[in-house]
């Protein structure tokens, strides 16, 4: 349950200083305070838990182990995705079956456990079929196991096709450069003497006019499985078969030989993963055994003690049978088992659903809207209390009561899309500003980073000349075409303390920025490398130039400390810095125009622009190692941005100008709008018949406050 508190504009920060603060709505000239405890409730508390699984299994859950008080067992009901779960009550253990839905931002599985009437659905019991007639049927010793062998180091965003989980596979083992050998190693337990097959995934990142572009020798153990070769770029398949014989208890070894293509100058794949289908016998691994069954008669081996054997082909229609002392077992050809002993049941880990504040209630109203995790909005207090003392109806959502109540748990982008459209379509007050308060990366599992990079997650489009890469645009489509339908922006944040020198710049921007020429003044940087930038960059200023003073700098191709006068003329104020030419994550131009070094070395102090890149990448805040040129800009103290404009993928300057002459357009129309009113102006006038200008809408992204009040002069 939440409490209300209701206090006067001049007492909020007071009280709410104590306090942890996930909500705050302005109504009516007053500051309203919903208050609950900072991140996830303890378990204890909770009407309804959530038991994260990482892989398939028969689960079982004490909830006395795990910290839930007061639960009747015999109503608890399990579902998955609004699916019940059969169950298996025995003394104080509740025990069901968990399939596995792998998803792009979670390596677990999500199950809701809560309380209901007694009549759920159970797992059936199934009797043991007399001694006799089990013998009668035909033994079979062996299964067909798959083991799948992966590790996942090297990103590609131009790759594309297969899964996971939707989107493509874009994460690979190892690049391989012919010629080049590479040796993986796996272990085997129980392998049968008779033929299996292997399977190995592969991508070809070059292609050449020759008959076939790439060659592979695999061998195996001891024996050569074959040699492979075929023409063009793109995922392909090897398979091959492996003899009875050749597989060995324990520790086996793949061989890849890249031996290059004569008259191919490069020869170059990813590899991705192997698999394979093998024979084993029907021997336990950690007390537990999941098999498909061919058929026949299997004796169970193994095992702690007595088992019970699960048919899980049907999963929300499960029964169990317990094996008499001969372990042995009866199995129906094409059927999906699980046979456990004591010790084979997998756990999970246990968190409280976040249900309150419920974000369903029709009677939600909120202009303002601040999404993120608790420690991250804690610190953006006085910006929402500075939005609600101008009008704004403001409310800060813990991100994972958005994941719980919209997304079935799931830590999922589409999450966010479907809470958005609900608010718009059946709150009393629909949102018109939404600021994700979190950093995002294209390694939402953390294959080689830290969970820190994936804070509110961003969705990932594939772009034409890019790839893959983020796109908040797509949470702001709510009604159903392309075209974005609320302001959304961005403070890619990872610490507490990136969120304060933030809301410090925003607030010191609009409460005490200093008077002066940079008010007025608009400065735009050409790339020298093209002469089409400062053709663009010059009929930008021009629509300026009525009412503002612009300047133009255009150093040519390869002038030396071209940088030196860029920090100069930004340090002496802006209140619109452009940008027009080539860029990549960290810098603008191939000649270092303007890089992250040069950002982090700013003292512009309080003449805090807002900075627009009509350029690449500069705002791919997604890369979980390399800090972009938008970031830097914005964790700035004492000097650099405000808001920064910036693209995350690749798209023409061509394009560009949609947006740009958009922007402006937008801007000159009405100079008391609030920066993301402009920005959304601007959006929905770049035509989306295009693919290179739909990519421009995708994926230019607003990293600041979307209701940030421009400066006048």
């Known amino acids: 349950m939440m409490s209300s508190l209701r206090f006067s504009k001049r007492t909020a920060w007071f009280i709410a200083a104590g306090c942890s603060v996930l909500a705050i709505v302005a109504l009516g000239g007053a500051l309203w305070l919903n208050r609950s405890p900072g991140g996830t409730p303890p378990v204890s508390d909770a009407r309804v838990m959530k038991l994260l699984v990482a892989a398939e299994g028969m689960v079982a859950v004490r909830p006395a182990a795990i910290g839930w008080s007061g639960v009747e067992l015999a109503t608890l009901h399990v579902t998955h995705d609004g699916v019940a779960q059969p169950v298996w009550i025995d003394g104080d253990t509740l025990r069901f079956y968990a399939p596995i839905s792998l998803t792009r931002n979670m390596s677990e599985t999500v199950f809701w456990l809560e309380q209901g009437d007694p009549s759920g659905a159970r797992i059936a019991e199934r009797p043991l079929e007399p001694h006799g007639a089990a013998l009668a049927v035909t033994p079979i010793d062996h299964y067909t196991a798959t083991l799948h062998v992966e590790e996942n180091h090297v990103y590609s965003p131009q790759a594309t096709g297969g899964p996971p989980a939707v989107g493509g596979d874009h994460w690979f083992w190892a690049q391989l450069p012919a010629p080049i050998t590479k040796t993986i190693p796996f272990t085997l337990t129980a392998p049968v003497a008779a033929p299996a097959h292997m399977t190995i995934e592969v991508w070809g990142s070059t292609e050449a006019p020759a008959q076939f572009d790439h060659a592979y020798r695999v061998r195996l153990n001891d024996h050569l499985l074959g040699e492979f070769s075929w023409d063009g770029a793109g995922p392909h398949t090897i398979e091959a078969a492996v003899p009875a014989g050749v597989l060995r208890e324990g520790v086996n070894t793949a061989i890849l030989m890249l031996p290059g293509v004569a008259d191919v100058a490069a020869d170059v794949t990813f590899l991705n993963w192997i698999e394979l289908a093998y024979p084993r016998a029907f021997v336990a691994q950690d007390d537990g055994l999941g098999f498909d069954s061919p058929g026949g008669r299997h004796h169970l081996s193994g095992f702690s003690g007595p088992i019970d054997v699960f048919d899980v082909t049907q999963p929300d229609r499960i029964t169990r049978t317990r094996l008499n002392d001969d372990a042995i077992f009866t199995g129906e050809a094409g059927h999906r088992y699980w046979a456990v002993g004591a010790r084979g049941y997998r756990s999970g880990r246990a968190q409280a659903a976040q249900l309150t504040p419920d974000l369903r209630d029709a009677k939600n109203a909120a202009a303002y809207l601040a999404i993120g995790p608790s420690d991250l909005l804690e610190p953006l207090q006085p910006l929402l209390e500075w939005?609600?003392?101008?009008?704004?109806?403001?409310?800060?959502?813990?991100?994972?009561?958005?994941?719980?109540?919209?997304?079935?748990?799931?830590?999922?982008?589409?999450?966010?899309?479907?809470?958005?459209?609900?608010?718009?379509?059946?709150?009393?007050?629909?949102?018109?500003?939404?600021?994700?308060?979190?950093?995002?990366?294209?390694?939402?599992?953390?294959?080689?980073?830290?969970?820190?990079?994936?804070?509110?997650?961003?969705?990932?489009?594939?772009?034409?000349?890019?790839?893959?890469?983020?796109?908040?645009?797509?949470?702001?489509?709510?009604?159903?075409?392309?075209?974005?339908?609320?302001?959304?922006?961005?403070?890619?944040?990872?610490?507490?303390?990136?969120?304060?020198?933030?809301?410090?710049?925003?607030?010191?921007?609009?409460?005490?920025?200093?008077?002066?020429?940079?008010?007025?003044?608009?400065?735009?940087?050409?790339?020298?490398?093209?002469?089409?930038?400062?053709?663009?960059?010059?009929?930008?200023?021009?629509?300026?130039?009525?009412?503002?003073?612009?300047?133009?700098?255009?150093?040519?191709?390869?002038?030396?400390?071209?940088?030196?006068?860029?920090?100069?003329?930004?340090?002496?104020?802006?209140?619109?810095?452009?940008?027009?030419?080539?860029?990549?994550?960290?810098?603008?131009?191939?000649?270092?125009?303007?890089?992250?070094?040069?950002?982090?070395?700013?003292?512009?102090?309080?003449?805090?622009?807002?900075?627009?890149?009509?350029?690449?990448?500069?705002?791919?805040?997604?890369?979980?190692?390399?800090?972009?040129?938008?970031?830097?800009?914005?964790?700035?103290?004492?000097?650099?941005?405000?808001?920064?404009?910036?693209?995350?993928?690749?798209?023409?300057?061509?394009?560009?100008?949609?947006l740009s002459e958009a922007l402006v357009e937008a801007l000159l129309q009405d100079r008391t709008a609030r920066l993301g009113d402009i920005f959304l102006r601007a959006q929905r006038e770049v035509p989306t018949s295009g693919s290179g200008a739909q990519d421009v809408l995708r994926t230019f992204l607003l990293f600041g406050d979307p209701a940030l009040r421009i400066v006048q002069p």
């Open 387 to 658: 939005r609600a003392a101008q009008g704004l109806a403001t409310w800060a959502v813990p991100v994972d009561a958005i994941y719980d109540q919209f997304g079935a748990g799931r830590i999922d982008p589409e999450a966010l899309r479907s809470f958005l459209r609900y608010a718009a379509q059946h709150w009393t007050l629909k949102p018109q500003y939404v600021l994700l308060v979190g950093d995002a990366s294209y390694d939402p599992l953390n294959y080689t980073t830290p969970p820190q990079a994936n804070r509110v997650p961003t969705l990932l489009v594939q772009t034409v000349y890019g790839g893959e890469t983020a796109s908040d645009v797509g949470l702001a489509q709510l009604d159903g075409d392309e075209k974005p339908d609320v302001a959304i922006g961005r403070i890619p944040a990872r610490e507490a303390e990136q969120v304060r020198v933030f809301v410090e710049k925003t607030l010191a921007y609009e409460q005490r920025a200093p008077a002066g020429e940079w008010r007025s003044r608009v400065l735009a940087v050409a790339d020298g490398q093209g002469p089409s930038f400062r053709e663009d960059a010059q009929r930008v200023l021009d629509r300026f130039a009525a009412s503002y003073q612009t300047d133009l700098i255009n150093p040519p191709a390869g002038a030396p400390q071209a940088n030196a006068e860029i920090v100069r003329e930004i340090n002496m104020g802006s209140a619109w810095v452009l940008y027009f030419g080539h860029g990549s994550v960290t810098q603008w131009g191939k000649d270092n125009l303007f890089t992250v070094k040069d950002g982090a070395a700013l003292q512009n102090g309080e003449r805090l622009p807002v900075v627009i890149n009509m350029t690449c990448l500069t705002g791919l805040f997604t890369h979980p190692k390399v800090q972009s040129l938008a970031e830097t800009l914005l964790w700035k103290a004492g000097g650099g941005a405000v808001a920064v404009l910036a693209p995350t993928s690749l798209t023409l300057s061509s394009d560009q100008g949609f």
